[in-house]
């Protein structure tokens, strides 16, 4: 069996973390032969909360769990880990601005990129969960120059999970028979979930999405309104955010980087832009990647067309004005 690998999750006593910490514990996202050393970071008053999570993980009696570190203090938290989920941020709460929630999540993603950046294995893979998670990932990576720029990433494949799950829904096949949906952009309602590239297996042949599900403009209209906005409606029945879903998404993100992707098939995330697509550069943009040695490559030359263009210049737009708020927030 390998060595034990150390692996931290901030926000570790919410609820997003509760989910989470299970699906690394037996091993889902690392593999079944890898141990792993828990490090739990969250806030000082949530300390007591978080004595509770780590009851639960001896009791689960999971034998890949070598450790467990339950802390307040980032240095402890980021020492020697080798993947992160940075799940912690501030939620919003109301009467509070989109700028204002901007303000407080940037700060903590300017002092942990400066903890990783300290205390972390270089090689440590960053995947920024808590909101705003694009622009979080880009301060996060700047404030941390000795770890390389692609070792950070941000969460779309909730967004990408949700896409699959409908379309299959709505052809009738189960979820795993669709494949290579892309979410453009930010993890925002800005967001663009395109089908033009997928594919869905009928039976035994294998169409593309538009061919087996003729409505086109259902696809470009109402299909792209309903994953803009189904964070909201899970808000709108369950009075709280997407948790289990957010967490198996965590998990189906990081197995990706760790694992790699099937040959023929993509996943999206957000990742530094280099101008793909005509995207502007240096925004965390999501774009459909191929990795391979925990490495990713944006896959290149699908068609778009001008209605792709436009959706994706919208999402570009917005991912450039919060990079401009978020980076005055680190200057004053
Ligand atoms: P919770 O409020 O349940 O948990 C957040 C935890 O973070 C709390 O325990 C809090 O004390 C902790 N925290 C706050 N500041 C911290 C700090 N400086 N260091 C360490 N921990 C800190 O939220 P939860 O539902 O778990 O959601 C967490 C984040 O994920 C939110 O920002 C949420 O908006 C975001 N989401 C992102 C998604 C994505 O697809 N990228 C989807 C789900 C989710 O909405």
């Not at 303000?103 to 400066?114: L, P, T």
């Not at 052809?171 to 089908?195: A, C, E, M, R």
């Not at 409606?233 to 709280?240: L, P, S, T």
Request: hydrophobic share 45%; glycine share 6%; with cysteine.
């Amino acid at each position: 069996m390998a060595e034990p690998i150390k692996v931290v999750v901030t926000g570790a006593a919410g609820q997003i973390a509760y989910s989470l910490i299970y699906q690394l514990a037996k091993g889902d996202v690392f593999g079944a032969n890898q141990p792993i050393i828990l490090h739990l970071l969250d806030i000082p008053n949530m300390m007591g909360t978080l004595e509770g999570v780590v009851m639960e993980i001896e009791d689960l009696a999971l034998p890949l769990v070598r450790g467990v570190v339950a802390t307040a203090d980032p240095a402890a938290a980021f020492n020697g880990v080798e993947a992160a989920f940075m799940v912690g941020s501030m939620p919003r709460r109301q009467g509070m601005e989109r700028k204002d929630l901007l303000s407080a999540n940037v700060k903590i993603f300017k002092d942990q990129g400066e903890a990783l950046d300290k205390y972390a294995k270089k090689t440590v893979k960053v995947l920024v969960v808590g909101n705003p998670a694009n622009t979080n990932a880009l301060i996060c990576s700047k404030y941390a120059p000795s770890i390389p720029k692609e070792n950070f990433s941000a969460m779309t494949r909730l967004d990408q999970n949700r896409a699959q799950a409908h379309v299959a829904a709505k052809l009738g096949v189960p979820v795993d028979h669709v494949k290579n949906v892309i979410i453009w952009g930010n993890h925002s309602s800005t967001q663009f979930p395109d089908v033009k590239h997928a594919t869905a297996q009928i039976n035994s042949a294998t169409l593309p999405v538009y061919d087996a599900y003729k409505d086109t403009e259902y696809l470009k209209n109402d299909f792209v309104k309903t994953i803009q906005t189904r964070g909201a409606a899970v808000i709108a029945a369950r009075k709280m955010s997407s948790a289990m879903s957010a967490a198996k998404a965590a998990g189906d993100h990081m197995k990706d980087i760790w694992q790699g992707t099937k040959p023929g098939e993509w996943v999206s995330m957000a990742v530094l832009s280099d101008g793909s697509y005509g995207v502007p550069k240096d925004v965390m943009f999501s774009f459909p990647v191929q990795i391979q040695n925990k490495e990713w490559k944006i896959v290149q030359g699908l068609e778009l067309d001008d209605f792709s263009k436009s959706k994706l210049k919208i999402t570009a737009d917005e991912l450039v004005e919060e990079k401009e708020e978020a980076l005055s927030i680190c200057n004053n």
